[in-house]
C-alpha cells in the first residue's frame, strides 16, 4: 500500500496495458482516475478496480481534444484535490508504408500518440509544481528506440515520445518531478491481438523473442508503478524497455 492517500491518472486505462496499470496503483493503495474515450471499458475497469477493494473513478476523455485534457485534469483535482502519479498511456496505431499511409492517419497518430501525450503533461505539470511534486511516466514503445517496416506514424509519435520525456525531466528535475517512459515489447493486448492470433504470424513474433514468449500488460505496469514509486526516487529521464530482451538482439 505504498500509494495509500495518493491519486493516480491513468489515460487510455479501458484495456490492455492502461487498464493494468490502473489496477496496480489500485492495489498499491492509490485513488485512480480512469480515463479512456469507451466508456464502457473504462467503468468495467472501475468495476475492477472495486471488486478488489480499490477506489476508482472513470472520466470519458479523448487526448486528442485539447479542452477535454484540461477538463480531465481539473476534475481529477476538484474530486481528489491532488495529483500525485500520471500514466500517459493512451495510444492508436495505423501501419502501412510509408508512401501508402493517408495523411489523416498520419495526423490521427501523432495527434492521439505524441501531442496527446504533450496535452496531459502540460496540465499534470502544471499541477504538480504547484502541489510541490509528482511522478509521470508515458508509454512509448521499443519503435520509439527503433525503426519497422510500416509503423512511419507509429514510430515517429513514439521517438516524439521518448524525447519528450527527456526534455521534461531535464526541465523539471530540481522541482520534484521526475518523468519517464516504458517502452513496451510484444505485449498481448488488442493492439496486437490480429497479429497474435494467426498461428504462423504468433509463431514467428514468439521466436523472434529472446526470452520464448510475448509479454503481459501485468508485467508493464509494474515498470510503471515502480518509475513512480520512491525505490525510483534516483530515476527520471529514462525510457525503460519492456521487451523480454528484443532490443538486445
Not at 63 to 70: G, I, K, S, T, Y
Not at 72 to 78: D, M, P, W
Not at 166 to 179: D, F, H, M, S, T
Request: proline share 2%; net charge negative; aromatic share 6%.
Amino acid at each position: 500500500m505504498q500509494f495509500s492517500g495518493k491519486v493516480a491518472l491513468v489515460t487510455g486505462a479501458g484495456s490492455g496495458i492502461g487498464r493494468a496499470s490502473a489496477l496496480a496503483f489500485a492495489r498499491e493503495g492509490a485513488n485512480v482516475v480512469v480515463a479512456d474515450t469507451v466508456v464502457e471499458s473504462g467503468e468495467q475497469t472501475v468495476r475492477l478496480i472495486q471488486e478488489a477493494g480499490g477506489q476508482a473513478r472513470f472520466i470519458a476523455a479523448d487526448v486528442a481534444r485539447a479542452e477535454e485534457v484540461q477538463q480531465l485534469i481539473g476534475r481529477v483535482v476538484e474530486e481528489f484535490g491532488r495529483l500525485d502519479y500520471a500514466h500517459n498511456n493512451a495510444g492508436i496505431v495505423r501501419g502501412g508504408l510509408t508512401h501508402e499511409l493517408s495523411e489523416e492517419d498520419w495526423e490521427r497518430v501523432l495527434s492521439v500518440n505524441l501531442t496527446g501525450v504533450w496535452r496531459c503533461m502540460k496540465h499534470e505539470i502544471a499541477q504538480m509544481l504547484q502541489q510541490g511534486g509528482g511522478a509521470i511516466v508515458n508509454t512509448a514503445s521499443t519503435l520509439g528506440l527503433v525503426g519497422n517496416v510500416e509503423r512511419s506514424a507509429y514510430a515517429a509519435s513514439k521517438h516524439g515520445v521518448v524525447g519528450l520525456t527527456r526534455v521534461a525531466a531535464l526541465e523539471y528535475a530540481q522541482r520534484g518531478i521526475r518523468v519517464n517512459a516504458v517502452c513496451p515489447g510484444v505485449i498481448q493486448t488488442g493492439m496486437t491481438a490480429a497479429r497474435l492470433s494467426d498461428p504462423d504470424q504468433r509463431a514467428r513474433m514468439i521466436a523472434d523473442e529472446p526470452i520464448g514468449r510475448y509479454g503481459e500488460p501485468a508485467e508493464v505496469a509494474a515498470m510503471v508503478v515502480w518509475l513512480c514509486s520512491d525505490a525510483a526516487s534516483f530515476v527520471t529521464g529514462t525510457a525503460m524497455p519492456v521487451d523480454g530482451g528484443w532490443l538486445a538482439r
